[in-house]
């Protein structure tokens, strides 16, 4: 049992380490509105890419819909706030179950039907665009003759008088949104790292390496695929209520399927079944994206996904294991780990 | 609800024509995967990179779109050699999703190169006198979309003869069949494979040239077409030239029969949808053979 209380000691001594680290960076960009904005939807993208780390990574299957799940749980949320008064609170949980639920209804026939591989991945990106076109309906036909527009401005539908914790409602002070999306980057890797040693982690490891072999040895496939997928659609879920309150506009575009690529292109380089590497490309990959777009966006637009273009071919022909390796190789000299 | 007789007409021959067109822009991409074994992300940035070449071809040389094809295709054909050599050639045989992510990252490379350099400006070709439209009774068809039919047909005929009636085009099938057994038969399997990423690449470019004649280049097009071509192979499975006309056919009549009879904006949904349902009840595909 003192192996299990070390990797468990492991963890948390991890954990609390990205917490310090990625906790001292507003200070460090001495609380710039616009920088620390920044960082938060860095933050933001690398939630996605770890939760991504769970179906991708852990399952094997590549995943191209998590703006779907994302966006699911900002949609509910406005939804919910614009027309019912409820609280974001409220909102952002119903918003997360609306994102399992989809993620059941849509999994269930394909896992059973068995659609993986290219066509899991294809089915995946479809879905992005089919979820822009019904939010698209939605939002000419249903929002447009209400609000006046066919987007929502958030801040337009918090009372005068909020509670600003009850509504999440921090306009201009985005430090809160940055710890608030630190807690949930911070929870979602703890899920993944308890993932990784359950009986779910062992049998998604099993059916990513060999589903045939998986299958044959008596796991559920299916079931343990379809939960893969409930987990990660949560996780989005909620992020997605959080981060349209601190953007503030919902818009049918916000299903965009590139993100859907840009994030399993992060979790790719990241390493797959690496929560480390899944964090730290997401991070890393996110604010190299920044500063090319801010710095040659002007002149050349696209410039910042033409790098993740490059990067992933290089990463796919070269080094298949991605940053993964290279964090491992890491551990190993610290003495971290003996094998990886 | 009663349907106008004319507007059913009009919109079976539009969804024909259109559907034949899509079997031409699924062709190089059946090719590549039912022969190669290579899942190609990016073949819907292709058609948009070639629409932009013809664009440029066009304008230029004051040509029209669809004659610019003689000389995209044998660019394409030499960029698909490139490709195939610098990039393909290391992910044969390599696990699915190191292949998709590959091609993914083609796929970013081809459509932010288009952004950087056209600025996401779509661009139209000049109108061509084929733009005028033949009436048959109350029926319009627009010139440039018959010829585009026209030719797609002549050119899916092609490549079936290529596949069916010529030495190469035997190699071409015993590979797809059984590779190690066609190695084992004297088949020169790289130089097929090269070969044939060239042609599949060069086959991008005939639609792209016929999409010109009444559309617009614009960045865009990559994910519509790449998607579009993919459901066609999903759907005709890897049954061959005739699989895939089919299925073309059948997805452009979707198409246009869903956007005259029930709601024009919703064009993508009837794809995309059809493509969902499609996977979920036959993954193998309608007119797959194996």
Known sequence: ?340 | MAVDPIVLTQSIINGILNGLLYSLAALGLALIFGVMDIINFAHGDFIMIAAYLTFIFAVSLNMDAALTAVLTMPIFFVLGLGIYKGIIEKILGAEPLIQIATTVGLLLVLRNLALAIFHAEPKGVPVTPLGIPIYLGPIAVPLSRLIGGIVSLGALFAIHQLLTRTKWGIAVRAIADDREIASLMGINIKKVYAITFGLGIALTALPAALIMEFSRADPYLGLLYGLLSWIIVAMGGLGGVEGILYSGLILGLIESLGCSLINPSARELYLYITFLVLLWIRPRGLFAKR
């Open chain 1, 1 to 340: 049992m003192a192996g299990k209380a070390k990797i468990i000691g492991t963890q948390i001594f991890g954990l609390a380490l990205l917490a310090i680290i990625l906790g001292l960076v507003p200070p460090a960009l001495g609380f710039n509105i616009y920088y620390v904005l920044l960082a938060t939807i860095a933050l933001s993208v690398t939630i996605m890419v770890a939760a991504w780390n769970i179906i991708g990574g852990y399952a094997g299957q590549l995943d191209l819909a998590a703006p779907v799940y994302f966006v699911i749980g900002s949609f509910v949320t406005t939804h919910l706030l614009v027309f019912y008064h409820v609280i974001p609170w409220i909102g952002i949980l119903v918003g997360a179950l609306a994102a399992v639920a989809l993620a059941m209804v849509l999994g269930y026939p394909t896992f059973r039907f068995g659609v993986k591989e290219v066509w899991y991945a294809l089915l995946t990106a479809a879905l992005v665009v089919i979820m822009q076109r019904i939010a698209w309906f939605i939002m000419t036909s249903y929002y447009f003759p209400i609000l006046g527009s066919n987007e929502v401005y958030i801040s337009q539908y918090i009372p005068e008088d909020a509670n600003p914790w009850l509504y999440l409602y921090f306009p201009m002070n985005y430090t809160i949104y940055y710890y608030i999306f630190l807690a949930l980057l911070v929870f979602t890797v703890w899920i993944n790292l308890k993932i990784k040693r359950s009986k779910l982690g062992y049998y998604l490891a099993a059916i990513r390496e060999d589903e045939l072999a998986a299958e044959a040895l008596g796991i559920d496939v299916r079931r343990y695929k379809l939960y893969a997928l409930m987990i990660y659609a949560a996780i989005l879920g909620v992020a997605g209520g959080f981060h349209i309150m601190m953007i503030g506009i919902l818009a049918y575009k916000n299903f965009d399927p590139w993100l859907g690529i840009v994030i399993a292109v992060m979790g790719i380089v990241g390493g797959l079944g690496s929560i480390e590497g899944a964090v730290m490309s997401g991070l890393i990959l996110r604010t190299i994206e920044e500063w090319l777009r801010s710095s040659f966006g002007a002149v050349i637009p696209g410039i910042h996904y033409l790098i993740y273009g490059i990067i992933i071919i290089i990463v796919a022909i070269l080094k298949p294991e991605g940053l993964a390796a290279i964090i491992n190789y890491v551990k190993k000299k610290l003495g971290l780990i003996q094998y990886g």
